[in-house]
């Protein structure tokens, strides 16, 4: 009976504009700004397959379960759980998951607007041309110059978060499936020809060992855990993005193959990148380990030495500024679906609200950056702390929850039906890694980087 209701907020038009959707909502910053400087920071290839594994056990499971309770459900993630867990005689707490997911949304659409102001400020930069003069000393120095600035970056914060907030009060469907069956393809291409530059004037070779041949004595607990965040992170898992995307899916497509193409493409996305910017940073000498500055302190040293490079320069940002709309879009919308059906209000204000709320949540991480930036905890500002603890504490434990529920408190009986899979191979390795894999991985990596945590703050005293 469950599986038929429709949501209030209406249907994608096709299986296609759901996976446009989708995928808008997993590539984008994550991909491209942070898998790089996460990859940077934990030393490369080891980093590098302890993420491909999570993508491929963790996430994927995850992801079908996602969109399978969300489109079981049919309503803001908050909602779907209770009803859900109502449906089959469970515990209506279970909404907590979807307030959890409520809390991360806020955290990360406040940063996460922070960073897509500094490729809205790159667009600028790059069609001014003012690359082409510069060494990388001097682009490095440029990047630093604009995250000092608390008036630039509020401003741009500003506009961006306008951006996102327009697009979701006028309800997501109608603007985004143009802009991702298009600018998608885009900036894939222009990623292609990025790496084949890399590959012709960057130190290629060293860039390839770096990213794909592993030294395991390099990854730390720590880095596994941030691997596995990482994954969270880029695929829009643990938080009900996914979830209330998968609410306006017909019930009708083909969960687990829609699921395999997202997952796919989130992850070539995430190479592309790093092939592109890792030989560049060898060849300018800069630091793999350059922090949340790395593309900003890479790319632009490549645009300023290639011919047409104001040209190229500006097109991927224009590029990457739309794969962040298309994410962070993602990360307000089960806010305002939940506003739309229990505050009754319409989508404009609900809308205006969360963004509001994201808007004013991002104003300390963006001064954490400059003048706040001796106020830090565990040695991390806000933004940091934002980044880290949503990616690394917040989506892993709402993952685990999607997990558990989906694979012990839904019925077998319902998930058979919702993945639309008669009794196979495919649905018995989705439930088998669903129960048994994925909560243990999660709990695995998060207990052993807490244990690391204990030994060392006893050796501190
Ligand atoms: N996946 C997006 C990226 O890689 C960011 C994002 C959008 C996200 N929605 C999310 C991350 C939900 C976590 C949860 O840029």
Same mark, same amino acid.
């Given at each position: 009976?469950?599986?038929?209701?429709?949501?209030?907020?209406?249907?994608?038009?096709?299986?296609?504009?759901?996976?446009?959707?989708?995928?808008?909502?997993?590539?984008?910053?994550?991909?491209?700004?942070?898998?790089?400087? !996460?990859?940077?920071?934990?030393?490369?290839?080891?980093?590098?397959?302890?993420?491909?594994?999570?993508?491929?056990?963790?996430?994927?499971?995850?992801?079908?379960?996602? !969109?399978?309770?969300?489109?079981?459900?049919?309503?803001?993630?908050?909602?779907?759980?209770?009803? %859900?867990?109502?449906?089959?005689?469970?515990?209506?707490?279970?909404?907590?998951?979807?307030?959890? @997911?409520?809390?991360?949304?806020?955290?990360?659409?406040?940063?996460?607007?922070?960073?897509?102001?500094?490729?809205?400020?790159?667009?600028?930069?790059?069609?001014?041309?003012?690359?082409?003069?510069?060494?990388?000393?001097?682009?490095? #120095?440029?990047?630093?110059?604009?995250?000092?600035?608390?008036?630039?970056?509020?401003?741009?914060?500003?506009?961006?978060?306008?951006?996102?907030?327009?697009?979701?009060?006028?309800?997501?469907?109608?603007?985004?499936?143009?802009?991702?069956?298009?600018?998608?393809?885009?900036?894939?291409?222009?990623?292609?020809?990025?790496?084949?530059? +890399?590959?012709?004037?960057?130190?290629?070779?060293?860039?390839?060992?770096?990213?794909?041949?592993?030294?395991?004595?390099?990854?730390?607990?720590?880095?596994?855990?941030?691997?596995?965040?990482?994954?969270?992170?880029?695929?829009?898992?643990?938080?009900?993005?996914?979830?209330?995307? @998968?609410?306006?899916?017909?019930?009708?497509?083909?969960?687990?193959?829609?699921?395999? =193409?997202?997952?796919?493409?989130?992850?070539?996305?995430?190479? %592309?990148?790093?092939?592109?910017?890792?030989?560049?940073?060898?060849?300018?000498?800069?630091?793999?380990? @350059?922090?949340?500055?790395? =593309?900003?302190?890479?790319?632009?040293?490549?645009?300023?030495?290639?011919?047409?490079?104001?040209?190229?320069?500006?097109?991927?940002?224009?590029?990457?500024?739309?794969?962040?709309?298309?994410?962070?879009?993602?990360?307000?919308?089960?806010?305002?679906?939940?506003?739309?059906?229990?505050?009754?209000?319409?989508? =404009?204000?609900?809308?205006? +609200?969360?963004?509001?709320?994201?808007?004013?949540? @991002?104003?300390?991480?963006? %001064?954490?950056?400059?003048?706040?930036?001796?106020?830090?905890?565990?040695?991390?500002?806000?933004?940091?702390?934002?980044?880290?603890?949503?990616?690394?504490?917040? %989506?892993?434990?709402?993952?685990?929850?999607?997990?558990?529920?989906?694979?012990?408190?839904?019925?077998?009986?319902?998930?058979?039906?919702?993945?639309?899979? +008669?009794?196979?191979?495919?649905?018995?390795?989705?439930?088998?890694?669903?129960?048994?894999?994925?909560?243990?991985?999660?709990?695995? !990596?998060?207990?052993? !980087?807490?244990?690391?945590?204990?030994?060392?703050?006893? #050796?501190?005293?």
């Amino acid at each position: 009976m469950s599986s038929q209701r429709t949501s209030i907020h209406g249907q994608w038009s096709s299986r296609l504009v759901f996976i446009l959707a989708a995928t808008g909502s997993a590539v984008g910053l994550g991909n491209i700004w942070r898998f790089p400087y !996460v990859a940077g920071e934990n030393g490369g290839g080891a980093f590098v397959i302890v993420y491909l594994l999570c993508v491929a056990l963790i996430g994927v499971p995850i992801m079908i379960a996602e !969109v399978m309770l969300g489109r079981r459900g049919r309503r803001s993630p908050i909602n779907t759980m209770r009803a %859900l867990a109502r449906d089959e005689g469970h515990n209506p707490r279970w909404e907590y998951l979807g307030w959890l @997911g409520i809390l991360a949304g806020f955290m990360i659409l406040s940063f996460y607007s922070v960073v897509a102001g500094w490729t809205l400020a790159y667009v600028f930069r790059s069609a001014s041309g003012m690359f082409a003069a510069m060494d990388a000393e001097a682009i490095s #120095m440029a990047f630093d110059s604009l995250v000092s600035d608390p008036e630039r970056l509020l401003a741009w914060h500003t506009v961006f978060m306008i951006m996102v907030t327009v697009v979701v009060a006028r309800g997501v469907k109608s603007g985004l499936e143009q802009a991702v069956r298009f600018l998608m393809p885009a900036l894939f291409v222009l990623l292609v020809a990025m790496v084949g530059y +890399a590959m012709g004037n960057g130190e290629f070779a060293r860039g390839l060992e770096y990213l794909f041949s592993p030294d395991f004595s390099k990854l730390t607990p720590t880095g596994v855990l941030e691997a596995a965040g990482q994954a969270f992170f880029s695929l829009s898992l643990g938080m009900g993005a996914i979830m209330i995307y @998968g609410s306006y899916l017909s019930s009708k497509a083909s969960i687990p193959r829609t699921v395999g =193409i997202i997952a796919l493409v989130d992850t070539l996305v995430a190479l %592309l990148a790093g092939l592109a910017i890792f030989p560049i940073v060898f060849a300018a000498g800069l630091e793999p380990a @350059g922090g949340p500055g790395l =593309i900003f302190k890479t790319l632009p040293v490549a645009f300023g030495q290639m011919p047409g490079g104001a040209f190229f320069g500006t097109l991927f940002f224009v590029l990457l500024l739309f794969a962040a709309w298309t994410s962070a879009i993602s990360l307000l919308e089960p806010i305002v679906a939940w506003l739309v059906e229990n505050r009754g209000v319409n989508r =404009i204000k609900g809308a205006a +609200a969360g963004g509001g709320l994201a808007w004013l949540l @991002g104003v300390p991480s963006l %001064l954490s950056l400059n003048l706040w930036s001796d106020y830090t905890l565990f040695g991390k500002g806000f933004f940091d702390l934002m980044d880290y603890t949503t990616a690394n504490v917040m %989506l892993p434990l709402g993952g685990l929850l999607i997990a558990l529920f989906a694979g012990w408190k839904l019925a077998r009986a319902a998930s058979e039906k919702e993945l639309a899979l +008669a009794p196979g191979p495919v649905y018995e390795a989705w439930r088998f890694l669903t129960r048994y894999v994925v909560p243990l991985a999660i709990l695995l !990596v998060m207990l052993n !980087v807490t244990g690391v945590l204990a030994v060392l703050s006893g #050796m501190g005293r």
